[in-house]
Antibody, heavy 122, light 110 residues
Framework: QVQLVQSGSELKNPGASVRVSCKAS????????INWVRQAPGQGLEWMGWINTKTGNPTYAQGFTGRFVFSLDTSVNTAYLQISSLKAEDTAVYYC???????????????WGQGTLVTVSS | QSVLTQPPSLSAAPGQKVTISCSGSSSNIGNNFVSWYQQLPGTAPKLLIF???KRPSGIPDRFSGSKSGTSATLGITGLQTGDEADYYC???????????FGGGTKLTVL
């Protein structure tokens, strides 16, 4: 079945970096984009941006430029989110999700990964 | 502040019907398809409704969606305690070139 499986929880010190992985299975990886969505503790869903899995071109939402990098390894059907210079306010659950196609203006996202909790604390 | 506006919370008794509204503008809901997501406590969001009113396989027909102008609505009939969750609407915003969500509605079934 179509699924996205993310890497496990991370505990990081402020100023460190973290990489979250999102491994796809059950479909042709390069036929669909990958979205990244953040959910801070007790808060709603916040779209971070997306990556075109055919071209590798990332697009970042407002507020997610500079310290956030989306990347791919198509040989293992995996998308990555890297966050550098971590701050306490980066503490959140990060989700990957698959839109219904590989270009902007998608109509829905399904499935979603199970989420990765990143905790930034000294 | 979310681009799409949802009521923060709603409550209803088991067996009752509830509707959750999602209000936007011509740049998002008015000209794009709406999807709805259910997030049970401690779990990832799950697609509930796509293209305004279609249900993925496995989603019971107690859940329905509709859209009119710049607003969308999620309906749930025959409420069950297992429906207690956060519900989010989402759509593409053509002006922002961004996928936008409502702030979420916490549904309590009591």
């Amino acid at each position: 079945q179509v699924q996205l499986v993310q890497s496990g929880s991370e505990l990081k010190n402020p100023g460190a970096s973290v990489r979250v992985s999102c491994k796809a299975s059950g479909y042709t990886f390069t036929d669909y984009a990958i979205n990244w969505v953040r959910q801070a503790p007790g808060q709603g869903l916040e779209w971070m941006g997306w990556i075109n899995t055919k071209t590798g071109n990332p697009t970042y939402a407002q507020g997610f430029t500079g310290r956030f990098v989306f990347s791919l390894d198509t040989s293992v059907n995996t998308a990555y989110l890297q966050i550098s210079s971590l701050k306490a306010e980066d503490t959140a659950v990060y989700y990957c999700a698959r839109p219904n196609w590989n270009f902007p203006g998608w109509r829905w996202s399904d499935p979603w990964g199970q989420g990765t909790l990143v905790t930034v604390s000294s | 502040q979310s681009v799409l506006t949802q009521p923060p919370s709603l409550s209803a008794a088991p067996g009752q019907k509830v509707t959750i509204s999602c209000s936007g503008s011509s740049s998002n809901i008015g000209n794009n398809f709406v999807s709805w997501y259910q997030q049970l406590p401690g779990t990832a969001p799950k697609l509930l409704i796509f293209e305004n009113n279609k249900r993925p396989s496995g989603i019971p027909d107690r859940f329905s969606g509709s859209k009119s102008g710049t607003s969308a609505t999620l309906g749930i009939t025959g409420l069950q305690t297992g429906d207690e969750a956060d519900y989010y609407c989402g759509t593409w915003d053509s002006s922002l070139s961004a996928w936008v969500f409502g702030g979420g509605t916490k549904l309590t079934v009591l």
